[in-house]
Nanobody, 121 residues
Framework: QVQLVESGGGLVQAGGSLKLSCVVS????????VGWFRQAPGKEREFVAVINQIGVSAYSGDSVQGRFTISRDSAKNTVYLRMNSLKPEDTAVYFC??????????????WGQGTQVTVSS
């Protein structure tokens, strides 16, 4: 079984930054791609970014590209999401998930409980 625990969320003013962490335990960290998703109130969960086992990453598009950076530290079994220039529309619960496959076609098997990010205007 794989467990994922997110942390690093909080309340920040527009234009500020946060760094989310996702600690993966239970199985070999290097086996999995890890993605970040978010779900805003009243909206469906949406993909944010993903990173594969060798550090290749992909992002959801213009809404986060250039502002968010995903990275992984294999020594700490942790994946990070650095978020800069935050906007009120980034407000959401952020989840990390681990899965297998390849960039563009990941089967996410394991999910964390989420961490709240609130951006005030």
């Amino acid at each position: 079984q794989v467990q994922l625990v997110e942390s690093g969320g909080g309340l920040v003013q527009a234009g500020g930054s946060l760094k989310l962490s996702c600690v993966v335990s239970g199985r070999t960290f290097s086996t999995y791609l890890v993605g970040w998703f978010r779900q805003a109130p009243g909206k469906e969960r949406e993909f944010v970014a993903v990173i594969n086992q060798i550090g290749v990453s992909a992002y959801s598009g213009d809404s986060v590209q250039g502002r968010f950076t995903i990275s992984r530290d294999s020594a700490k079994n942790t994946v990070y999401l650095r978020m800069n220039s935050l906007k009120p529309e980034d407000t959401a619960v952020y989840f990390c998930a681990a899965g297998t496959g390849y960039i563009g076609n990941v089967n996410y098997n394991y999910w964390g409980q989420g961490t709240q990010v609130t951006v005030s205007s």
